[in-house]
């Protein structure tokens, strides 16, 4: 549970960030790959929390 919050507040924490970055910086190259470093994190903490609750592959 501690993981799940934690990772909610991390998660969050990082997308206003990148969010506020990208508003002000409107690079194509740039939101590309911010979009895929939140979409990388975003898997990284599903599969972290899926090996946690012991139902990973």
């Keep these: 549970m501690t993981n799940l919050v934690t990772g909610i507040i991390g998660i969050a924490g990082v997308f206003a960030f990148l969010g506020l970055l990208l508003?002000?910086?409107k690079?194509?190259?740039l939101i590309l790959i911010c979009?895929?470093?939140m979409l990388?994190?975003?898997y990284d903490f599903w599969k972290?929390?899926?090996e946690?609750?012991?139902n990973g592959a």
Excluded: D, E, Y
Aim: overall charge positive.
């Design 48 to 50: 972290s929390l899926r």
């Design 23 to 25: 508003w002000w910086i």
């Design 27 to 29: 690079a194509l190259p």
């Design 52 to 54: 946690a609750n012991g």
């Design 40 to 42: 990388l994190l975003v």
């Design 35 to 37: 979009v895929l470093v």
